[in-house]
Structure formats: C-alpha cells, structure tokens
C-alpha cells in the first residue's frame, strides 16, 4: 500500500507543477502580436510620438480599469463607466466655464466627487440592499447619461480655458498629464489592493463571500468601498477626457464599460472574483489601446473596427476565463 500511494505521489506532483494558468499568458501574448503585426503594416506604430498619443487617448481608460478591478475581485460588475464618464465629463466642463483659469483642480474635485457619490449609491443598493450589480451599475449609467443631456440640454459644453485643457492635453517633460494621472492611480490602488486588510479581504470574498463573512469579515462595508472606489476613479477619468477633448457631451465614454471590463479580464483577474490584480490590468489595457491605434493607423473603416476589435476581445476573454469555476458574477 505504501509503494502504491508513493507511486502515485511522485506521478501527481510533477503534473501538479506543470499546471499552467494560461489567463496570465493571454494578455502579453495579444499585446506583442499587436505590436509586431501593427508595426509590420504601418512602421510608425512604434514611433514615440504615436506611443505618447495611445498613452494620452488611453489615460481615461487605465484610469476606469484601474478602479474596476477590485469590483470584479470581489465576483460583482460595473457597467455604469458610460454614463458616469458623460456626467463628470459635462459637469466639468461647465463648471470650468464658470470659474475659467480657475477651475482645473476645482473641476477634477468635481466630477471625481460626483463618480463618489454615485458609487457610494451602487455598493449601498448591492451591499445592502442586496440588488444584482448588473441592473443596479447598468440602470445607474443611465440616470447618469439622462442627468447629463438635462443640464446639458443635449448640446455639446465647449471651453476655451488653458489650466482646464492642460488637465488632458499637457505634458511634463515627454510624460503626457494623463499618462501621469494613470500612474498615480495604478500606485494608490496596488497600494490598496496588497497593503491593506480591505484589499486582502476582496480576494477572500471573490472566493466564497459567505465563507468570509462568517469569519468575521464585513463584507457588506468592504463591497460598499469596492463600488465607490470605481465610482470615484470613473468620475476623475470622465473630467480627464473631457479635459484632452476641450468639451463635455452626454454620448462620451460609449462603450468604455465594456473595453474597461475586458481589459481586467484579459489582464488575469477572473469574473467569478477571487483572483487578479491591478497590475495585471494594464497589459490588457495596451491590448485595448493598441487595436484602436493601429486600426486607425491602418485606415480601417470605424465599422469594421468595432466589428474586429470585438472579435478580438471576445476571444482574448474567453481564453482567459477562469472556466473551472462554476459562479460567473455575483
């Protein structure tokens, strides 16, 4: 009986060893095909110039993925980026044309505290109310788009206000603004992911959230800070973009929800929660960016971009699903 279980030990360990998380690989392999195939077609895909620029268009992006990624730790979801981005985008704007040279700072307090109060809103109706995220996060975004065109009156809110425009189009050194901002919040949010109990915690209730609760964590108040958190990160990418625009409408961030979504995704962090991290977002954010960039760089259609970029992320996601586990989201 002994040589038997010890045969069997030394045939199981090593093919325990050999096992591969294959969600880890998929990102950094999409990402360097993307630049190996975009450079082949347009040599100038690779030039600094044209990376500065993905970093700039892409500042609002890693922003909204960076604060989403603790949501999906914890197995929930946020659709609600789109119209959130368009709130904080207008009421940005319009508050920089009151205030004028003024307004930077005073407009990124803004719209950051608008995506606040509307994340304190979705963890509050998921956490206690015990709402599904999906239809809380997706009914949200469209109260947000709605409040957006009223006190827009559905027309596009221009400005011409230098310390506002800088906020999204300026640089330090070679280093656009935005790519700075991105830094800074990758930075606060590892910080707080890894450093601290909330963080550790958002693993252990993506694994089994009643296990957790009966081992004392609070998890209703630690889903609450998960959502507010996103909705604060939204809120200051939605000033950010309207900033390297110069204009805030009630249509930005379309479609930011789900490139947000798919860019955790590919970056390893797993839908039914409990596993990823925020440094792994940002390869699946370049893959995002880069198929934007180099589409347009190739001249493709807007049409067929969507239509490839969606093929792309739809298998990129799939192979890095975690597709052992039975809970999708929660």
């Known amino acids: 009986m002994k040589g038997t279980l010890s045969a069997t030990s030394h045939k199981t360990a090593p093919a325990a060893r050999r096992e591969i998380d294959y969600s880890l690989i998929i990102a950094p392999a999409a990402l360097v095909i993307c630049v190996i195939f975009f450079t082949i077609m347009n040599p100038r895909f ?17 922003i909204v993925s960076f604060g989403l990624v603790g949501v999906i730790l914890i197995g929930s979801i946020d659709i609600s980026s789109d119209g959130l981005l368009s709130l904080a985008g207008v009421s940005a704007v319009m508050l920089a044309n009151i205030v004028q040279d003024g307004g930077g700072w005073l407009s990124v307090l803004l719209g950051t505290g608008i995506g606040l109060v509307f994340g304190v809103f979705m963890g509050f ?58 830094a800074v919040i990758l930075i606060l ?48 990418a939605g000033v950010l973009m309207s900033a390297r625009l110069g ?61 490839v970029k969606g093929i792309v992320v739809i298998l990129a996601v799939a192979a890095s699903s975690d597709w052992k586990s039975k809970d999708i989201v929660k």
Not at 46 to 62: E, V
């Open 46 to 62: 690779i030039s600094l110039d044209n990376l500065m620029n993905i970093l700039r268009q892409g500042g609002p992006l890693f």
């Open 125 to 182: 109706l998921v956490s206690y109310v015990r709402l599904p995220s999906f239809l809380v996060t997706y009914g949200t975004s469209t109260i947000c788009r709605g409040i957006a065109l009223i006190v827009s009156g559905g027309i596009a809110q221009n400005t011409m206000f230098v310390q506002f425009k800088k906020l999204g189009s300026g640089s330090v050194g070679f280093l656009p603004t935005l790519a700075i901002f991105s």
């Open 189 to 236: 949010m590892v910080v707080l992911t890894t450093k601290t109990k909330y963080g550790r915690s958002l693993y252990a209730m993506g694994s089994n959230e009643r296990v957790a609760g009966l081992c004392g964590l609070p998890t209703r108040k630690y889903k609450l800070i998960a959502f507010t958190v996103a909705g604060a990160c939204t809120g200051l």
């Open 247 to 307: 204009a805030g409408t009630h249509s930005q961030g379309q479609g930011m929800s789900l490139d947000a979504i798919a860019a955790v995704v590919m970056g390893g962090t797993s839908l039914s929660g409990g596993k990823g991290s925020v440094t792994r977002t940002i390869t699946g954010v370049f893959v995002i960016l880069m198929l934007n960039n180099g589409l347009n760089l190739m001249g493709v259609s807007p049409h067929v971009q969507i239509l």
